[in-house]
Structure formats: structure tokens, C-alpha cells
């Protein structure tokens, strides 16, 4: 039996640094939670009413993963690239129509994450109806900080915190959560089949706001960690 050959080299395998560890943790897929937090969704023009709605989501390309510390390009097509700071989801166990009893079962851990959006095209896309994917699934924009394991720990309290150059741009606390952990966790895995490797960005409170090259993002969540990223020139 001859070994499998390619055309060219297959992308690596994409995974991120595990506090503690010296292996690493394998990246499967890339979800997004939209409006997650009440202030955000006012400032984004669409309240939410939970007592009516269910949390709806995006996804983004494994590729676009960016370890905390980079620098990444200005990215092309927007004039409006802005910041999302979250808390990030880890997925560590299978699951599928979890119940939120159970859900905790799936979290291998945490990290902080950064959301990167061409928000003038998301809104041109929203506006028209089309798929957020040119706004969204932006190269080099999921940024995440190392996975800090916590197996099993619903996260349901937390300062999270963001500035771009040292002023305070964003600030919140876990607790806002709309939809919270396990609640996402049963929601999202009545759509698919997760999987360890599978990462939720759980949604940005309100302060977004535009970078510009050059600039430096810095933010924590309290009890989770820190994450940094650096905004390179255009290209
Ligand atoms: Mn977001």
C-alpha cells in the first residue's frame, strides 16, 4: 500500500497553546454567537428580546485563526475593520441535542478571543440580506489566547475588559450574557454535532469600534486571561 501523496503540501493542522501543557489543542471548527449582550444589540440597532428569540450564529474558516501577540494585516475591501472582544468557548467532549443538564460535560476550557470585523460591509450585507461572510470571514481575524483547561466549569461571572492603545474601549462582566454557557451549548448542538476542537466565541458587549494600522489591542477576562493583538499596515 503506498502512503497517500498530494499535489502540494496539505495545510497544517491549526491548534492553539493549552496553559500547562505541551501539547496542543487541535482546531476543528470556528463559531460565532451573535447579538449575546443586551448593550451591544443596542448599539448594533437590534435589541433582543429573549423571551421571543433564539441565539443565531456564523462561522468562520478554521484558516482565519490568529494566535494572541500577532500582527496582522489592514485587511483589504473595508474601511471600517473592528474589534470584538469575547470570551471563547473551548469544546473538549462530543455532543449532540445536549441538554443544558449535561452541557458542562462538553467545556474542555476557555480563552479570550477577538472577533475582527469589516463591520461597513457586515452592515451592507445585513442590509441587504446576504450572507455576512465578506464582513465576517475575514483572513487573520480570529484571534484567540491560549486555552485555559477547565473541564466541566460553567464560566457565569467574569470582568472582560478591552483598549486599543491603551483607552478603554471596551468593558462588561461575563454575567450579561443573554444566552449563557449552557444554554449556548444545548442551542448550537441541536444544529450540529460538536466535537473537541470546536471553538464559540460567546458574543461582544457593546464598545466596538474601529482600528487603524498601528495600532495595539489589549484585553483580559478576569479568571480566563489576556490577549494582545497588533494592527499592521494595509494591504
Ligand atoms: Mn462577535
Redesign the pocket.
Known amino acids: 500500500m503506498n502512503p497517500t501523496t498530494y499535489l502540494w503540501n496539505p495545510s497544517p493542522v491549526l491548534s492553539l497553546p493549552v496553559r500547562g501543557r505541551t501539547e496542543r489543542y487541535p482546531i476543528h471548527r470556528l463559531f ?3 447579538r449575546n449582550y443586551h448593550a451591544h444589540a443596542v448599539e448594533m440597532g437590534r435589541p433582543v428580546d429573549k423571551s421571543v428569540e433564539v441565539p443565531f450564529y456564523f462561522t468562520k474558516a478554521p484558516s482565519t485563526l490568529v494566535e494572541s501577540g500577532a500582527t496582522v494585516a489592514y485587511p483589504p475591501g473595508t474601511k471600517d475593520y473592528q474589534h ?1 472582544m ?1 470570551l471563547v468557548l473551548a469544546i473538549g467532549a462530543p455532543g449532540f441535542r445536549v441538554g443544558e443538564a449535561h452541557a458542562h460535560e462538553l467545556i474542555y476550557g476557555y480563552a479570550c478571543g477577538l ?1 475582527m ?1 469589516r463591520r461597513d460591509l457586515q452592515l451592507i450585507a445585513r442590509e441587504k440580506g446576504r450572507p455576512w461572510d465578506l464582513g465576517k470571514d475575514v483572513e487573520e481575524s480570529s484571534v484567540v489566547s491560549e486555552i485555559v483547561p477547565m473541564p466541566g466549569t460553567v464560566l457565569d461571572k467574569g470582568a472582560l475588559a478591552m483598549n486599543v492603545n491603551g483607552a478603554q474601549r471596551q468593558a462588561s462582566d461575563l454575567s450579561k450574557l443573554i444566552w449563557n454557557i449552557p444554554e449556548l451549548i444545548a442551542d448550537l448542538s441541536k444544529f450540529y454535532h460538536l466535537q473537541p476542537g470546536d471553538l464559540i ?1 460567546t ?2 458587549p457593546e464598545g466596538v469600534g474601529p482600528v487603524q494600522s498601528g495600532d495595539r489591542i489589549e484585553g483580559r477576562i478576569d479568571g480566563v486571561g489576556t490577549i494582545t493583538l497588533e494592527v499592521g499596515p494595509a494591504e
Open positions: 460565532f454567537v451573535g470584538e469575547e472577533d470585523t466565541f458574543g461582544t
